[in-house]
């Protein structure tokens, strides 16, 4: 499996490209930005992208979606739930300071249950509303992987005070479909450093027994 995880654009998104050597397919997780950079990466492999996937609909994780999938065909698939926030680009813009990107409708609605992926690689599509209400993890579960958007983070969670955020909801999305996953998951965050589920049952100051929002 070639897995790269990399910062993109002013929020530092992380973007997260995964490849299979043997077919040669690759998906591209949260293409918030830089991509000629992502498809520079894809060329390097002599990867073909098969799937474009957004965790939410927030601008610096979905911002260059469109942009991607003109260079190369694939399919965006995001949680329909998060069609208002695509509709709010130009305000979402305005809170960065930046010209809005293109936006449009996802080719297919990312639902819960689904599964996504590429040979070899499939990911189970765990909706986990409350961060938006679109908010979707990938969970590659022969991979032991977990991407979890801006759902969870290295000693925090997703902020809930954005238009569709919610914090009981972000907690129970947590604790009902994420904590549950085995402890050595791996776990690529949205933003900042990598971890794990049981590091994050452990340590997570927002996870931890009692606590409410
Ligand atoms: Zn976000």
Request: glycine share 12%; with cysteine; hydrophobic share 40%.
């Amino acid at each position: 499996m070639i897995l790269e995880s990399f910062p993109v654009g002013p929020l530092q998104c992380n973007c997260t490209l995964l490849g299979d050597e043997a077919s040669g397919e690759a998906m591209v997780i949260d293409p918030g930005d830089n991509i000629p950079q992502i498809l520079s990466r894809l060329a390097k492999h002599k990867l073909t992208l098969k799937q474009i996937v957004v965790t939410h609909g927030h601008i610096d994780h979905v911002g260059g979606a469109v942009q991607l999938r003109r260079a190369t065909g694939a399919p965006i698939l995001l949680n329909e739930n998060d069609l208002p926030l695509l509709k709010m680009m130009d305000m979402q813009a305005g809170w960065l300071g930046i010209a809005p990107p293109e936006v449009a409708p996802p080719d297919v609605s990312a639902e819960d249950g689904m599964v996504a992926g590429i040979a070899g690689h499939a990911a189970q599509i765990l909706h986990t509303p409350g961060h938006t209400q679109g908010s979707i993890c990938l969970h590659f579960v022969a991979d032991k992987l977990l991407v979890a958007g801006d759902t969870l983070f290295a000693g925090s969670i997703g902020r809930t005070d954005l238009p569709g955020g919610d914090g009981r909801q972000i907690l129970r999305s947590i604790h009902d479909r994420v904590l549950t996953l085995p402890d050595e998951t791996r776990v690529i965050p949205g933003h900042g450093a990598l971890t794990s589920i049981g590091e994050e049952r452990e340590s997570n100051p927002f996870l931890q027994p009692g606590v409410r929002l």
